[in-house]
């Protein structure tokens, strides 16, 4: 059993989609980040960076429990413990990863940081939004080269890569972007979206997310309370 301490995010997505596309057992632990959940000491004692998602497998590779944070880690620790979504051999598993670390290093924050300008910002930064949503459009424009030319992120198979990058996409509206400008984006996003295990992971604690932003959660979220050691 899996235990999953989470929120519906897309990195908190990544995770809830990957354990039911490999049909693995999971408890999921809602971490309300808009309270402040994810600074609770027993929190932090999984995800040391106070960020969702975290996990806790009850069966780990020696048998014992075994902690992890980081999306990306999370993604690869269940990809080579079911043997999936990450590729036959070493040529498809580097290039599994190197889409992986494209989505960990450039979509994730960059997206994250115009759907942050663009809706959440207190005050509306010209530059900052122009400088984000410029970023995003060449994002997408980077993976519509890339799935002109294959059918999935890292070539014939759908992997951890189009896993941990299809969440992000989700919000293209909020990041500046009409998806018909990208059509093999689109085509991408239209075959991922139609998956079962898709579907599923991406209602996982969508009930509990509130689209109205308070000040105790804008403060949770974005505010001094990340910045305090603890």
Not at 5 to 11: G, L, R, V
Request: net charge negative; with cysteine; aromatic share 10%.
């Amino acid at each position: 059993m899996i235990d999953v301490y989470s929120t519906a995010t897309p990195n908190g997505h990544k995770v809830h989609i990957m354990l039911e596309e490999c049909d693995l057992p999971y408890r999921v632990h809602h971490i309300d980040i808009r309270a402040g959940d994810q600074f609770r000491p027993e929190f932090l004692e999984i995800s040391p960076n106070n960020k969702i998602p975290a996990i806790v497998d009850q069966d780990g590779p020696d048998g014992q429990p075994m902690a992890l944070f980081e999306s990306g880690a999370i993604l690869l620790y269940l990809a080579s413990k079911t043997g999936k979504f990450l590729g036959d051999d070493d040529r498809q598993r580097f290039t599994t990863l190197q889409w992986l670390m494209f989505q960990m290093g450039g979509v994730g924050p960059m997206l994250g940081q115009a759907h942050h300008f663009r809706t959440y910002a207190p005050q509306k930064i010209d530059y900052a939004i122009e400088r984000y949503t410029n970023e995003a459009k060449r994002l997408y424009g980077v993976m519509d080269k890339r799935l002109a030319q294959a059918a999935w992120l890292a070539g014939a198979d759908y992997t951890i890569a189009d896993i941990a990058t299809f969440p992000w996409t989700r919000s293209w509206q909020q990041q500046g972007i009409e998806l018909d400008d990208f059509p093999h984006v689109k085509r991408w996003f239209d075959a991922i979206n139609a998956r079962p295990a898709v579907q599923r992971g991406v209602e996982v604690l969508a009930t509990q997310r509130k689209p109205v932003m308070d000040e105790m959660a804008r403060e949770m979220l974005f505010g001094s309370r990340q910045y305090t050691r603890h």
